[in-house]
């Protein structure tokens, strides 16, 4: 178990150098049919350093599985993936642990990031096995006590934690009981019901990396870059069918 948490702690410190640290790559997947994807770069806004590429099982968005495509893609890349985030989340989502276990069959894919809207504390004990690096905490779901501990059981194990944000209610509280410290932010603009964005650019930066989802167009996205942020995640189902990687 020892031997296994300080590989955890090693791959957390590389992860973070890499990726967190460095300027990312920024490519758009363009849908033009569900199964024939072709890929776009953004050479005239960044400099490209790390790939995160995002898969979900379903989008209640598009209303159409991205398996097929998605595979392809993997298997076939010019370049490798420094890491992969899977939105695990069964309700909404589809998500599955078969569905995981072949993503971690794919060798060169040595970090993960799994996001779930619930978090099923007792079963990420399986996903740690799997290989999985980062865990999503959706702060909105819990109360500070709640997440205090969620946030301890997961750091025993070993994983990184990211608290996902989305109101200044929330980032508040967080600041008051101490919650943020040592731990990745990440501010979502996106109501979780509606997916309407919000209004929630302004000065969030100064807490946190990571801005995780509302990005609706390249203007956006540099908006969001000039404020400072270093890793933005832009979801399947926005951006006029686009698809976006880290």
């Not at 501990?149 to 509280?173: R, T």
Request: glycine letters at 6%; aromatic letters at 24%.
């Amino acid at each position: 178990m020892l031997f296994i948490i300080r590989n955890r702690l090693c791959e957390s410190f590389f992860f973070t150098f890499r990726v967190f640290i460095n300027r990312l790559v920024y490519a758009a997947f363009f849908a033009i049919v569900p199964y024939r994807p072709c890929f776009l770069f953004c050479y005239a806004l960044f400099a490209y350093r790390s790939v995160i590429f995002e898969r979900k099982f379903h989008s209640p968005l598009e209303g159409y599985k991205f398996n097929s495509s998605i595979f392809v893609f993997i298997t076939f890349l010019p370049y490798s993936i420094d890491c992969l985030s899977i939105l695990i989340d069964r309700k909404h989502f589809r998500g599955s642990a078969f569905e995981c276990l072949r993503f971690h069959a794919l060798k060169f894919l040595p970090f993960t990031l799994f996001k779930d809207f619930m978090v099923p504390v007792p079963g990420y004990c399986y996903y740690f096995n799997l290989g999985v690096s980062f865990v999503l905490v959706v702060c909105s779901m819990y109360s500070h006590c709640l997440i205090f501990n969620i946030v301890k059981y997961f750091k025993f194990w070993g994983f990184n934690v990211i608290l996902e944000i989305s109101s200044w209610n929330v980032l508040e509280q967080l600041v008051v009981y101490g919650l943020i410290r040592n731990l990745f932010i990440g501010f979502n603009t996106r109501d979780l019901f509606s997916f309407r964005v919000l209004s929630f650019y302004s000065n969030v930066y100064l807490y946190g990396y990571i801005y995780e989802s509302g990005i609706l167009s390249l203007n956006s996205l540099i908006k969001v870059r000039n404020l400072g942020f270093k890793v933005c995640l832009i979801g399947g189902g926005f951006a006029n069918k686009c698809f976006f990687v880290l």
